[in-house]
């Protein structure tokens, strides 16, 4: 596609209730990353793909997050048993090959845990 | 601890003057440098980078400063226009921006007053 697609835009969740996050990239784009953005916080970063493994997942806060990636292409960022902690803006970007300087962003998914 | 620091949350600037913002980080690995550009409900747009072997680097209206003793960098917009409003961001990486994960600053919220 022309962007990086999310969806949904807006997802609001019960607490405890599992939840799964799209993320199209780029097509060809070989690299994919996870970003969440807290109210007040600056993007911090979750996962990175190049291609369908995650050489990068330091940033994955709990075991209760888990991404993955089929097809070298879309992406689902998982969360099992979602707190209030958990609402944030989740941010996917893709790039050509792993360079920072060629990220593309979508516009995000707002997560909201009740 | 945050390893790169945007210490203004807000900014205000008169259209047609400068703006200047500021950003500084801690890790001396961070080798390249990059501002992104926020509009409400939309993702982060690149604006500009910088890598570690140059002090600095423009186009157009935007002009990045880098100052590596100092730690710090610095993002010049002359002169500033109404569409500039937005929330920037400062990012660092430490792989010369071949790979991998940026470390964002929290952001800047630029007002420019017509």
């Known amino acids: 596609g022309a962007g990086v697609s999310q969806s949904p835009s807006n997802k609001v969740t019960e607490k405890g209730k599992d939840v799964e996050l799209r993320c199209d990239p780029i097509s060809g784009h070989t690299a994919l990353y996870w970003y969440r953005q807290s109210l007040g916080q600056g993007l911090e970063f979750l996962i990175y793909f190049q291609g369908n493994s995650a050489p990068d997942k330091s940033g994955l806060p709990s075991d209760r997050f888990s991404a993955e990636r089929t097809g070298g292409s879309v992406s689902t960022l998982t969360i099992q048993r979602t707190q209030q902690e958990d609402s944030a803006v989740y941010l996917c970007?893709?790039?050509?090959?792993?360079?920072?300087?060629?990220?593309?962003f979508g516009s995000g998914t707002r997560l909201t845990v009740v | 601890d945050q390893q790169v620091k945007q210490n203004s949350p807000s900014l205000s600037v008169q259209e047609g003057r400068i703006s200047i913002l500021n950003c500084d980080y801690t890790?001396?690995?961070?080798?390249?440098f990059l501002w992104y550009k926020k509009y409400p409900a939309e993702g982060p747009t690149f604006l500009i980078s910088i890598s570690s072997i140059k002090d600095k680097n423009e186009d157009g209206r935007f002009t990045v400063f880098l100052n590596k003793s100092a730690k710090h960098l610095s993002l010049h917009i002359v002169p500033s226009q109404p569409g500039d409003s937005a929330v920037y961001f400062c990012?660092?990486?430490?792989?010369?921006?071949?790979?991998?994960?940026?470390?964002f600053g929290k952001g800047t919220k630029l007002s420019v007053k017509p």
């Open positions: 970007a893709s790039s050509p090959t792993g360079g920072v300087g060629g990220y593309t």
């Open positions: 990012a660092a990486s430490g792989r010369g921006g071949s790979q991998g994960n940026l470390i």
């Open positions: 890790n001396s690995m961070f080798d390249y």
